[in-house]
């Protein structure tokens, strides 16, 4: 099966791949962070088939349930962080906000993909070489990358 928006399609045996992965391989839970898509899209896939907690989940329902009808400003601000970990050109700045969650994963799919700039993405193959990142799962279109502890250790969880 395939997804279509406008951004792009997304062969979904990928995602279902990956998300299987999680499901097998990954205990406790630690945080992942996945890309923010508009509402009604392919948003949110990891942390819901998953049940692993996320930076931010589907906004509408995160504002609502924890805003009201407000505007909830510490909503919008992991709204932003989401954003600017797969947007900025930094992998400072990225690892500053992973850090700043206690993110163990990041997942980059071809939802990530469509949504991003390319040259926001590529930093992670950087944080790879420095070693701020480890490659722990990987197919053809979906990567998941473990975050290296703040202080610098990178033990799995």
Same mark, same amino acid.
């Given at each position: 099966?395939? %997804?279509? &928006?406008?951004r792009g399609t997304v062969e979904l045996r990928w995602d279902r791949e990956a998300?299987?992965?999680?499901? /097998?391989?990954?205990?406790?839970?630690?945080?992942?962070?996945?890309?923010?898509?508009?509402?009604?899209?392919?948003?949110?896939?990891?942390?819901? #088939?998953?049940?692993?907690?996320?930076?931010?989940?589907? &906004?509408?329902?995160?504002?609502?349930?924890?805003?009201?009808?407000?505007?909830?400003?510490?909503?919008?601000?992991?709204?932003? &962080?989401?954003?600017?970990? #797969?947007?900025?050109?930094?992998? %400072?700045?990225?690892?500053?906000?992973?850090?700043?969650?206690?993110?163990?994963?990041? #997942?980059?799919?071809?939802?990530?993909?469509? #949504?991003?700039?390319?040259?926001?993405?590529?930093?992670?193959?950087?944080?790879?070489?420095?070693?701020?990142?480890?490659?722990?799962?990987?197919? /053809?279109?979906?990567?998941?990358?473990?975050?290296?502890?703040? &202080?610098?250790?990178?033990?799995?969880?």
């Open positions: 099966a395939v %997804y279509t &928006d406008e998300i299987h992965w999680l499901q /097998q391989n990954v205990t406790g839970s630690p945080v992942i962070v996945e890309g923010l898509t508009p509402l009604y899209h392919w948003g949110s896939r990891v942390s819901v #088939y998953t049940g692993l907690p996320t930076v931010v989940g589907w &906004d509408f329902h995160e504002i609502h349930r924890k805003c009201g009808q407000n505007p909830c400003l510490a909503v919008r601000s992991r709204l932003q &962080d989401v954003n600017t970990i #797969y947007s900025t050109k930094n992998p %400072y700045e990225a690892l500053r906000l992973l850090h700043k969650y206690g993110v163990t994963y990041l #997942y980059l799919g071809e939802t990530e993909q469509h #949504y991003y700039p390319p040259e926001g993405l590529a930093k992670f193959a950087a944080m790879v070489q420095s070693g701020h990142l480890q490659i722990a799962y990987r197919n /053809q279109a979906v990567s998941i990358f473990h975050v290296a502890r703040q &202080d610098g250790g990178n033990q799995r969880k």
